[in-house]
């Protein structure tokens, strides 16, 4: 379980201490065991930098950050991130890349190559195992990090926009893919998009954030059965939900531009 | 597409005669065109008659001779001694000092001024300064070539780590990596590109830096041999000197680049 | 002065780096010299001093080195007045860029001491060839980055300019020469660079009447604090011109972003 309370981050100037920006207010919220958030929000929410502090990359000013009670201190062996630009080693072959994470944390070679073969075959990549990362499609590539971040095995997935440098069509393959796999290997999952679908098609609850500086607006449930697919969108909870994701998030920019102006 | 090298902090792209990587067509192109330039040297040096344009097949004429008579090869090897030694000085010291700099800000920020200073600098002034040190030795070849090639790999070497995509940098750090984790296995792999390509302008600022300093001491090496000729006024032999280090030159950067493409299949 | 920002502070330390590593350099020449006690080897201070006599007390420098730097300037220019007319050429004309290209591979690889007997050969061993030498290694910089230059204009612009109706002249006076013109002063920048170190080149092997003479001069008298005091001088001139280049450079295309050959 993530336990954030008070969570304030702000990020100085590079000329001086007058001109900082503060990234996220004040927040406070929790994600259940094996539960999937989903977040969302406009620009300026502060929703990265968020996972970032979570995921133990970026120190925070103000709150507490535990996980199961425990501080964050730095990375983990409970977290693992999925992210949005795939950060791929672009010399490695698909099984190296996918036993990255294994290698650093000091396994032997033998278990490396025995997960890092499982999970290729878990995300549909067989046969690919020696290709260069250039050799494949955006959403292979992605699936390659996901896998990469499956094979430490951690408590908490952290997935920055993982679907948003793919065309939609793609997107959707990897969301249907992504959802029987978490079926399959239940973790406690925080997803970030920018996508209203995908906000509510993945998740179990939605984290509305709203711009400068980020604070949680509303964690919206979302009572829809799983396994979820193609038919969950038609539902009229699916799109009531999301209209209202909608109309928030609308609003949200209306102000926003009205602000600039 | 072009590969890009970094040089007094600028970028390169490099380009040699009959490239490598050209597709074939061009590769004849320019082939005819240096041909073409070949035959007009031929024409102009009969037709002028000065003592400094021989014709071309009088250059060839000379080539051939010094490789039938053994003549050059002596100094050929003295030669390239030099610029091995030189070489892989300037290359243990540069990938150093450049993996310093490009990792950490404190070192490059108190060397950036010096190194660029010392590469903008003509480096073949420092050789009254070298004789003064090592006296009238071999020291003194070597001395100048890793003072011709030294800074410009330090210089690619330091920008190449230092523009590694910070989002590797990052994935590795969320995976718990530490400091030489990071260093191994992602700054080192991920510089190599660039790397090369300073390695690839060190070789060629090797090789003159060799020529000048043989030149300059005119006692062995392929230098003294162009300096004998030249006071000799046998032009058709100088020139056949020049062609000799161009092909050394050549076949310097063929080799790195080889290496490199080895090295670097994964690079787009 | 007090650094108020941290962008200030940032610049104070990184220059108190600097200074460091220059003190710690000179003491270690300084120390290492007065224990060796090489008649070859001038200390710190003897080479500052030195260099003081020269430039500013007894000006002994001034004469040779007006000497040496008219193969400098006069090469440059003859350089500049040649290479970029080239570039240009091969740059916006494709037939004679492929013809040349092959060419400027080879000068740029090729070293061009061994042709400096050619030059004395041709042209005697006076200003001439000094010139010549000069010549043989500044042009080809020149000319390879202003071709990338006019190269690297976006066609886009061009085929912009052309929707419009524009002429060839009009092309070039408005399109091509404005987008070259960053990497063309880079190009003389860097040609200035190797200008120098042609001079210098010359200056050692031909032994004229300028630096080359005054140097021999100096370690014939074993006066060694003004042999290194005048490879001071020269490497201060290099970087006196360079950084003015530079500046220049920087006032001439502020938006540049740096992909010079050379």
């Keep these: 379980m993530i336990q954030i309370r008070g969570l304030s981050k702000e990020f100085l100037g590079r000329d001086g201490a007058d001109t900082g920006v503060l990234a996220i207010d004040s927040l406070n919220f929790e994600v259940r065991d094996n539960e999937f958030l989903t977040v969302i929000g406009p620009s300026g929410c502060g929703k990265t930098t968020l996972l970032r502090i979570i995921a133990g990359l970026i120190p925070f000013d103000e709150g507490e950050v535990q996980i199961d009670d425990v501080p964050v201190t730095g990375p983990g062996a409970d977290r693992a991130v999925v992210f949005q630009n795939f950060a791929l080693l672009p010399w490695a072959d698909v099984l190296t890349n996918v036993a990255f994470g294994l290698e650093i944390r000091g396994a032997s070679k033998s278990e490396c190559e025995a997960t890092a073969m499982r999970l290729v075959k878990l995300v549909g990549l067989e046969g690919f195992e020696r290709r260069l990362p250039k050799e494949l499609s955006g959403g292979m590539q992605q699936r390659v990090g996901l896998a990469r971040a499956l094979a430490v095995n951690p408590q908490i997935l952290l997935m920055d926009e993982p679907f948003g440098a793919l065309d939609e069509q793609t997107r959707r393959l990897l969301q249907e893919q992504l959802l029987r796999i978490w079926d399959q290997e239940r973790k406690t999952v925080m997803f970030i998009t920018h996508s209203m679908e995908e906000a509510v098609l993945l998740g179990d609850r939605v984290m509305l954030m709203t711009p400068r500086p980020g604070r949680v607006k509303e964690i919206i449930d979302v009572p829809l059965k799983r396994p979820r697919g193609q038919e969950t969108e038609k539902s009229t909870t699916f799109v009531e939900i999301k209209e209202y994701l909608w109309e928030n998030l609308r609003s949200m920019q209306v102000l926003d531009q009205r602000g600039e102006a | 597409m072009a590969r890009v090298a970094v040089e007094a902090g600028k970028i390169e792209p490099v380009s040699m005669p009959l490239s490598l990587r050209q597709p074939f067509r061009d590769a004849w192109f320019e082939l005819a065109a240096l041909l073409g330039g070949v035959i007009l040297w031929e024409v102009l040096g009969w037709s002028l008659a000065m003592p400094w344009l021989p014709p071309f097949s009088k250059i060839l004429e000379a080539l051939v001779q010094f490789v039938q008579s053994g003549v050059i090869l002596g100094n050929v090897a003295t030669s390239l001694e030099g610029l091995v030694i030189g070489f892989t000085i300037s290359l243990f010291v540069g990938l150093f000092v450049g993996a310093l700099m490009g990792r950490y800000r404190r070192v490059e920020k108190a060397l950036d001024v010096y190194v660029n200073a010392l590469l903008i600098s003509p480096a073949m002034i420092f050789a009254p300064i070298f004789f003064a040190i090592f006296g009238l030795s071999g020291a003194v070849r070597i001395a100048v070539i890793v003072m011709y090639s030294l800074f410009v790999i330090i210089m690619n070497t330091a920008t190449a780590i230092r523009n590694v995509d910070p989002a590797l940098v990052e994935m590795a750090s969320s995976f718990g990596a530490n400091e030489r984790q990071i260093f191994l296995r992602v700054l080192l792999p991920a510089s190599l590109p660039l790397v090369f390509a300073g390695i690839r302008l060190g070789m060629g600022r090797a090789v003159k830096g060799m020529i000048n300093a043989e030149m300059l001491i005119a006692m062995v090496g392929l230098g003294a041999l162009a300096q004998r000729y030249g006071s000799q006024f046998e032009a058709a032999k100088v020139f056949a000197i020049a062609l000799v280090v161009l092909i050394i030159a050549l076949v310097g950067n063929w080799l790195v680049q080889a290496v490199e493409n080895r090295l670097t299949r994964w690079a787009d | ?262």
Excluded at chain 3, 9 to 37: E, G, P, T, Y
Excluded at chain 3, 38 to 54: A, K, S, V, Y
Excluded at chain 3, 157 to 174: N, P, T, V
Excluded at chain 3, 181 to 191: D, M, S, W, Y
């Design chain 3, 1 to 262: 002065m007090i650094p108020k920002t941290d962008k200030q502070r940032r610049n104070l330390s990184d220059w108190s780096l600097r200074i460091c590593v220059f003190v710690l350099f000179a003491l270690s020449w300084q120390l290492s010299a007065q224990f060796m006690k090489n008649m070859l080897i001038p200390t710190f201070t003897e080479t500052i001093n030195g260099f003081i006599q020269l430039v500013f007390v007894t000006g002994r420098i001034w004469r040779p080195l007006y000497i040496s730097n008219q193969a400098l300037v006069l090469g440059y220019i003859l350089s500049v007045a040649i290479a970029i007319p080239l570039g240009l050429a091969a740059g916006r004309v494709k037939w004679i860029d492929r013809i040349l290209n092959p060419y400027i591979g080879v000068f740029l690889a090729i070293p061009i001491a061994p042709l400096i007997p050619i030059a004395i050969t041709a042209l005697g061993l006076g200003l001439a060839s000094r010139v010549a030498i000069v010549f043989l290694f500044t042009f080809v910089f020149i000319a390879v980055n202003t071709r990338a230059g006019v190269r690297n204009v976006d066609p886009g612009l061009i085929e912009m300019a052309k929707s419009f109706g524009a002429s060839e002249r009009q092309i070039w006076h408005r399109i091509v020469i404005p987008g070259a013109v960053p990497a063309i002063f880079a190009g003389l920048r860097i040609g200035l660079g190797r200008a120098v170190a042609g001079m210098v080149i010359v200056e050692l092997l031909l032994v004229a009447s300028g630096l080359g003479r005054l140097l021999l001069e100096f370690a014939g008298r074993l006066q060694a604090e003004f042999v290194f005091a005048t490879v001071l001088v020269v490497i201060v001139e290099a970087l006196l011109l360079l950084s003015v280049m530079r500046f220049a450079e920087q006032k001439v295309a502020p938006w540049a972003h740096d992909s010079s050959i050379g």
